[in-house]
């Protein structure tokens, strides 16, 4: 394994195919397995070179796909205009306590552009089942029951920690990744919620 803390940003033609390559023959690995396999076949690239080359061409493929499927919606509206011009009423004036707009939901996926199953394993499990937690969250707040909150809330929380404690105990490998940017705030946590029975390790 080569360190190089600087990051390759130049890839020739030769090293795409190669990652591309290596993307499906390694597909059944762990996603670290899987970029480290192929970071060997490259001579001048590390482990988080392509990594960080399989973020950026997810992200392109879902910009690209986000600018068609809105394309496709921008038609669909424009013909919908014209064929529905006349409906102009609108459904929540007649009822009170009901806001007039539909709550934003969060999205199932990170907005980073990598899904849960890219990321895969227990982590991605994990993550998966906080956007859903999140969503019926925001679901709750719409309807007031703020208090069906309190158990979504410990159950994130508790998936985090659980991510964290397995991102400390991963191989050596993983140690050449940067620290995540924040952590839980433990202290302020517990004044809201129950208490954990996850220790947060350090």
């Known amino acids: 394994m080569k360190h190089n803390p600087g990051i390759s940003m130049e890839w020739t033609a030769e090293e795409q195919a190669i990652l591309d390559h290596g993307l499906s023959e390694f597909a059944s690995e762990s996603n670290i397995i899987r970029y480290a396999k192929i970071a060997m076949q490259l001579k001048n690239k590390t482990v988080r070179d392509v990594a960080l080359r399989v973020r950026w061409m997810t992200k392109k493929e879902n910009s690209k796909r986000r600018k068609e499927e809105h394309s496709l919606r921008k038609s669909k509206e424009k013909k919908e205009r014209v064929n529905d011009s006349s409906a102009k009423s609108t459904p929540f004036a007649a009822r009170p306590n009901v806001p007039a707009y539909a709550p934003p939901m969060i999205p199932m996926d990170n907005d980073d552009g990598i899904s849960y199953k890219a990321i895969g394993g227990p982590t991605g499990e994990l993550l998966e089942q906080n956007a859903q937690a999140f969503n019926q969250i925001s679901a709750n707040l719409a309807a ?59």
């Open 144 to 202: 007031f029951q703020i208090q069906e909150n309190i158990n979504l809330f410990c159950q994130t929380r508790d998936n985090i920690l659980k991510i964290m404690n397995d991102l400390s105990d991963q191989p050596e490998i993983m140690k050449q990744m940067p620290p995540l940017p924040v952590k839980v705030n433990e202290e302020l946590a517990n004044t809201i919620l129950p208490r954990t029975t996850l220790p947060m390790q350090s």
